[in-house]
């Protein structure tokens, strides 16, 4: 009897390791037929943000109809039992969404896996910042001053509130998913001492053999910069709910993140 395929939903967030973990799945066989961040969900539900209609690296367009994303997902995969989508952006999406979505994969005959790590709040949101500002922000005349009041302004947008608070995106992973189809990890839990070991318990979850080795991967913002600290109170101020959330969730946020004063 043929096994059924796992599918890997990874729905974020945004600087959260996220780019090493896929990459070790790689190395443990998952198969990711559109690259490590395929952004095909939230340009299908998502069409106000204007996303070009460019192929990427395939020759199937990346662009297309919500109903075909399980479908285009199993050809490419092939004989493959494990295949994967890890778009951070994916953290965004609605109930309603994530429920089409898990329909249309279920039909397929995929078996959902989704993940989601969480990180501190305001070293996600001022990572993010950073590669925003791009690495050559410095040398392109840009100071640390005008980063810092730039972060002030960005940390309560919308896109930022989008990915950072937690309460909502896992409200809406746990209003859509069976308790056997959802991997929640902690940044600072993951990649502190022996990545490999742990990241145990999430390749049990998945039912995969976990790699031997670590990758090298290359932290997509290299620009460094003191971190806006002056800004922090007001930004926990704001983030509160979050912070609380995942406290009461997960308490060993409440220990590696700090609580809001």
Known sequence: MQQMKTFILGLGSQKCGTTSITGLLKKA?????????????NKCFKPRYNFP???????????????????????????????????????????????????????????????FIARDPFKRCWSAARMNLGNNYLNEGGSIKAAHKWFKKQMLSERYQARTKYE?????????????????????????????????????????EPPT???KVKDSSELKLAEPIQHKKAFQKHYRNTYEFMGEKFPITREVWGMPE
């Open 29 to 41: 066989g998952v198969i990711f037929p559109f690259g490590n961040e395929a952004h095909i969900l």
């Open 168 to 208: 909502e995106v896992i409200t809406n992973i746990e209003k859509t998913f069976e308790r056997n189809e959802i991997y929640i990890g902690i940044f600072e839990q993951i990649f502190s001492g022996n990545i490999l070991h742990n990241l145990n318990p999430l390749f049990k979850y998945l039912e995969l």
């Open 53 to 115: 209609k460019s192929a990427g690296k395939v020759k199937n367009k990346l662009f297309i109809d919500p109903w075909e994303y399980a479908q285009i997902f199993n050809k490419h995969s092939g004989e493959e039992r494990f295949v994967g989508d890890f778009t951070p952006a994916y953290c965004t999406l609605s109930i309603a969404e994530l429920t089409y979505t898990k329909k249309i994969l279920k039909e397929e005959g995929f078996k959902i896996k989704t993940i």
């Open 213 to 215: 080795k670590l990758i």
